[in-house]
Every structure is written in structure tokens, then in C-alpha cells.
Nanobody, 119 residues
Framework: QVQLVESGGGLVQPGGSLRLSCAAS????????MGWYRQAPGKQRDLVAI???????NYADSVKGRFTISRDNAKNTIYLQMNSLKPEDTAVYYC?????????????WGQGTQVTVSS
């Protein structure tokens, strides 16, 4: 009854930019922290950036200064602005959110969106 839908992935050249979006919908009472994770082939899924309900942010060291996470609470949506992309940023990017529908908070994941950085 809760869905997270990501969009905005694609193929970009090194040094280029992409903007990812993740929209939450369904039976939502409140949303706590939301974040972006990524998983490259053969590797574990790692945190990229996270933003709290109040707007505090945290980033992986590898993306600091290049990526910016933001949030529109009215739209239940987060964004990831990715600049100065590198080939090592290539991965499937997943959105995660802590959502309360009725009583308890659960973590929900999106289906993922592919980001490929290549010339």
C-alpha cells in the first residue's frame, strides 16, 4: 500500500550531471528519514546520502561536494542532484524511506534506477 518510485537515471558522460527523483505514495501518515543507496555489480548496497524529516543531511565521503540530496515534504519526494559524475558512480540507485502508515514505522525501498557513467 506504500510505493516508492524512482526516476531520472540514464547514461551520462564523465563530468556530466543527472537528477534522480523518488516519490512516495499510498497510505502514508508520516515519513521519517529518506535516503539514496547504490549497488554496483558484485558489490554490496551502500548509503549515498540521507535526509531527515527536518532536513539534516549526511553523505558518503565519495560523493561529498558532488551530490546534493533535497526533499519536498509536500510532495513526499526526495531528489539527488549528481554533478561531476565519475565512472565509479555507475550503479543501480535505490530510494529508501521510513514510513508510518498506521502505527509503526517500516522501511520501504524503491525498485531502483540505473545510472551509467561512461564515455
Amino acid at each position: 500500500q506504500v510505493q516508492l518510485v524512482e526516476s531520472g537515471g540514464g547514461l551520462v558522460q564523465p563530468g556530466g550531471s543527472l537528477r534522480l527523483s523518488c516519490a512516495a505514495s499510498g497510505n502514508i501518515f508520516s515519513i521519517n528519514a529518506m535516503g539514496w543507496y547504490r549497488q554496483a555489480p558484485g558489490k554490496q548496497r551502500d548509503l549515498v546520502a540521507i535526509i531527515t524529516a527536518g532536513g539534516s543531511t549526511n553523505y558518503a565521503d565519495s560523493v561529498k561536494g558532488r551530490f546534493t540530496i533535497s526533499r519536498d515534504n509536500a510532495k513526499n519526494t526526495i531528489y539527488l542532484q549528481m554533478n561531476s559524475l565519475k565512472p565509479e558512480d555507475t550503479a543501480v540507485y535505490y530510494c529508501k524511506a521510513g514510513i508510518t502508515s498506521t502505527r509503526f514505522e517500516y522501511d520501504y525501498w524503491g525498485q531502483g534506477t540505473q545510472v551509467t557513467v561512461s564515455s
